[in-house]
């Protein structure tokens, strides 16, 4: 009785330990090499943030380029405005100077036969310009002041409308004038420039500030 007992005990203490083995032997088949779930990720490298995540966003700014105010001015009223302009808009400044300098005589509207009058009167007129823009395709936003002639812009902002290619550029007129508005002048100086883009001009007085000019460039929405 005795023998058989021992000889149970020991049959069930081997079939014991064969379960612990199998057990076993099953576990370390599925290890890391099965699925990607069980791969430890590398925690370190996926907290740490990219150079790229941290930089600023591009401004915008710079792609715009470069703002041109070209004017001209035959008394100064309009120089005046251009000058303040300029550093509303920390723009570069162009001065259309004729090739034949304005005399007083010239511009002495109530004689007829008078320079600025001849040309006023003569839409096809062209007074020479000294000089030029170098780098106009730098350019893709122009600003153009010059007073009012009778109602229209001088004769020479035609000569410098049709010295450069404005295709796709943006220009702003401006001008100066103790009382005619700017919207004939600017229809009839888009005439002259293809497909470029003219935005809604104003009319401003010589000493108007540098705060409202700030505020009209800000409500162009350039």
């Known amino acids: 009785m005795n023998k058989l007992l ?3 005990l020991t049959l069930a203490m081997v079939l014991s330990l ?3 083995g199998g057990g076993i032997s099953g576990s370390s088949q599925s290890g890391p090499s099965g699925s990607g779930s069980l791969s430890i990720p590398d925690t370190p490298a996926q907290d740490a943030p990219s150079e790229s995540s941290e930089e600023p966003a591009a401004s915008n700014e710079a792609d715009a380029g470069p703002v041109l105010v070209a004017y001209f001015s035959a008394t100064g009223n309009t120089e005046s405005v ?3 302009l300029q550093t509303v808009l920390n723009a570069d400044l162009y001065e ?5 300098p304005y005399s007083d005589a ?3 509207y109530g004689d007829s036969g008078c320079r600025a009058n001849q040309e006023q009167d003569d839409p096809g007129a062209r007074p020479a310009i000294s000089g030029g823009v170098e780098n106009m395709a730098d350019y893709q936003v122009i600003f153009l002041g010059y007073p009012i002639w009778w109602g229209d812009a001088p004769r020479i902002i035609s000569t410098f409308l049709e010295s450069y290619d404005f295709s796709g550029k943006t220009l702003v007129p401006f001008c100066t004038s103790r009382g005619s508005g ?3 002048s600017q229809d009839n100086l888009a005439a002259l420039t293809g497909d470029a883009q003219w935005l809604e001009g104003t009319r401003f007085n010589p000493g108007v500030s540098q705060d409202e000019l700030s505020n009209w ?3 162009l929405g350039l």
């Open 96 to 100: 259309i100077v004729p090739a034949e």
């Open 217 to 219: 460039v800000d409500g």
């Open 18 to 20: 064969s379960a612990c």
């Open 6 to 8: 021992s000889a149970l």
């Open 82 to 84: 251009a000058e303040r």
């Open 106 to 108: 010239d511009l002495n």
């Open 182 to 184: 700017i919207r004939a």
